[in-house]
């Protein structure tokens, strides 16, 4: 009985789990992204060419990565005040450097960040009681076999 019951809640939990940690889904964001437009001296786009956004939080390792659109675009959407850095390169050396002052930031940035963690820590928590079920069923079973 009891290993029923523990196998059918380890059903629903790595049921649950593994269709959380696989889902997908999209939203149209209402945060305000700061949008750059990189180009030559010449007034050519920088198309395509990889871009760094640095944070005034730490300026060592980037905030984002990627890469500017055929029309030299490039957008990120900051989460702290300050001075933030966006680096643009390509390949033959030629670089821009754009620093913006940040003023206003979204209270929605930090509680989106909140709610991700939040989620993780859900999704931690469901696979630990269901990694904690599992094991008791094969104790249960192994002592089952040897009686």
């Not at 786009?45 to 490039?74: C, H, I, N, W």
């Not at 900051?78 to 390509?90: C, L, N, S, T, Y």
Request: hydrophobic share 40%.
């Amino acid at each position: 009985m009891i290993t029923r019951i523990i196998l059918g809640l380890a059903m629903i939990v790595s049921l649950y789990s593994t269709s959380y940690a696989h889902g997908t889904g999209y939203r149209q964001s209402s945060l305000n992204a700061v949008a750059l437009e990189f180009t030559y001296s010449t007034g050519e786009a920088m198309s395509y060419r990889e871009a760094k956004v640095f944070s005034p939080l730490d300026d060592k390792f980037a905030y984002q990565t990627g890469r500017t659109d055929e029309e030299g675009r490039f957008s990120f959407v900051p989460d702290a005040k300050g001075e933030w850095r966006v680096i643009v390169r390509d390949e033959e050396g030629h670089q821009c450097e754009a620093k913006i002052n940040v003023n206003n930031v979204d209270d929605d940035v930090h509680a989106a960040s909140e709610n991700l963690q939040g989620m993780e820590l859900t999704v931690r928590a469901v696979l630990g009681v269901s990694l904690m079920f599992n094991i008791a069923l094969l104790i249960r079973r192994r002592q089952n076999a040897h009686q």
